[in-house]
């Protein structure tokens, strides 16, 4: 959709206000997050009812410290809390996505909170090390899950 993106862009006389960037690479992404003041995840939910799950982008945009305005599907509820570190709207509802990025764009002070309790809220529900220690208690749950119950099928043979 690009070239059609683009060529609306143009026709609306929007230059200087959108910029299509293509693929870039973690620093130049960092360095965008850095320069912006509102980050907005218009996701959808796709005719056979496929949804994004845990936006990659949404957190790394939100650990920037930027307020962000995303669509109430999946992943984004967990990570947006409404009128706190961001705003959710719903799917395919360009009224309210305006209406969104609108009120956060006249409310820099809101902006800055928001984006102050998104950072937070990553590094409290996201750190790395507690992620890992979570995921090795889930595979000693499993693995000595596992192991019991291959004692059990052997005691049971014999």
Not at 17 to 27: A, C, E, Y
Not at 53 to 77: D, F, H, K, Y
Not at 125 to 146: G, I, M
Request: hydrophobic share 40%; net charge negative.
């Amino acid at each position: 959709m690009r070239c059609r993106l683009e060529a609306l862009s143009q026709q609306l006389d929007l230059g200087s206000n959108v910029r299509f960037l293509g693929g870039l690479t973690q620093s130049e992404v960092a360095d965008v997050y850095m320069h912006s003041d509102i980050f907005v995840l218009p996701s959808i939910v796709t005719a056979s009812g496929e949804e994004e799950n845990q936006s990659v982008a949404l957190a790394e945009a939100q650990a920037c410290g930027l307020p962000v305005v995303a669509t109430r599907i999946g992943g984004n509820v967990e990570s947006v809390r409404q009128g706190e570190t961001g705003l959710l709207v719903p799917p395919r509802d360009p009224d309210a996505l305006a209406s969104a990025i609108g009120w956060l764009a006249e409310r820099p002070e809101g902006r800055v909170r928001m984006g102050q309790l998104g950072r937070a809220h990553i590094e409290k529900h996201y750190d790395l090390e507690k992620l890992n220690r979570q995921l090795l208690e889930v595979y000693d749950v499993v693995t000595r899950s596992h192991w019991e119950r291959q004692k059990q099928a052997l005691a049971d043979r014999t």
